[in-house]
């Protein structure tokens, strides 16, 4: 996404609350997760952003390789950059403006 990215575990990003806590992407961010994402990605995702386990523990759990979890994140990642990258923008640039004044 084109937002700061915060780091949730050690090896993973989440972007969810780099928003500042605004209301109303974080429920733009969850209706694309629920609509853009198939429902095998929108578990795994909720599982490592908002459920805070590892990517080791999610692929212990589901029996797959570590790299097929990373794998299925960066496309996840890819389909939730694509549907939220306006909204973000706009983010950005209403910040930008509210700071100026």
């Known amino acids: 996404m084109a937002g700061k990215a915060i780091k ?3 090896d993973e ?3 969810g609350p780099a928003f500042g806590g605004d209301t ?3 429920a733009l961010l ?7 994402l198939s429902s095998v990605q929108a578990s795994t995702i909720h599982a490592i952003w908002f459920n805070g386990k590892r990517v080791c523990d999610v692929a212990r759990t ?6 097929t979890i990373r794998k299925r ?6 389909k939730l950059r694509a549907a939220l ?3 973000v923008r ?5 910040n930008q403006q509210d700071d100026a004044v």
């Open 8 to 10: 949730v575990n050690e």
């Open 62 to 67: 589901e029996q797959m390789a570590e790299q």
């Open 24 to 26: 109303i992407l974080t």
């Open 90 to 94: 706009y983010s950005q640039l209403r």
């Open 85 to 87: 990258r306006y909204a």
């Open 13 to 15: 990003e989440f972007p």
């Open 30 to 36: 969850h209706e694309a997760i629920d609509n853009e």
């Open 73 to 78: 994140l960066k496309q996840s990642y890819g």
